[in-house]
């Protein structure tokens, strides 16, 4: 199993301003994906993190609001830009396991917007 | 748009009770995965099965898929307090883990 590290785990940020969420992983891992889940929701993937190339959006979730690094096989961030109440959600990070089937979750980032 | 809906949206019963929940799916799929959520917290993975599989068990976890309906079951036996929280399924169309989340139970296992 992958063991991912995912900061912060939760922040107050002010309407208008940016927010980096970190995702580290022990291992070396091909696939990463970012989720939004709004309360009460279920997840949304919001794009595939690609190592080396531009991050793979989702219909409804553009580059300029989530911008997404993936500088190596371990690490990637999500950018939540000029933020409104709208994007308070918790953000999770997530990584393919070994088999290729099944995922491993970070702790998620609970965003709260005011 | 979400794969597939839930139900139910909510259950509540009392410890050693079996609780069922069910997930309906839209598209053709590789696998059907549950994960448990508790508190708002990241994911844990439960079960895997496969879309030529029909029925797995694990421990007190057992899922049944039915892909002519286009729906799964997961069935939690011998239920305890510390079941509570949100369970959802979420399919794959290929092999790899980008995945389509149902919209959710949340269990309550009242002691």
Known sequence: SAVISQKPSRDICQRGTSLTIQCQVDSQVTMMFWYRQQPGQSLTLIATANQGSEATYESGFVIDKFPISRPNLTFSTLTVSNMSPEDSSIYLCSVEALTGDSAFFGQGTRLTVV | ?111
């Open chain 2, 1 to 111: 748009s979400q794969q597939g809906e839930e139900d139910p949206q909510a259950l509540s019963i009392q410890e050693g009770e079996n609780a069922t929940m069910n997930c309906s799916y839209k598209t053709s799929i590789n696998n059907l995965q549950w994960y448990r959520q508790n508190s708002g917290r990241g994911l844990v993975h439960l079960i895997l099965i496969r879309s030529n599989e029909r029925e797995k068990h694990s421990g007190r976890l057992r899922v049944t898929l039915d892909t002519s309906k286009k729906s799964s079951s997961l069935l939690i036996t011998a239920s305890r307090a510390a079941d509570t929280a949100s369970y959802f399924c979420a399919t794959s169309e290929t092999s790899g883990s980008r995945l389509t989340f149902g919209e959710g139970t949340q269990l309550t296992v009242n002691p």
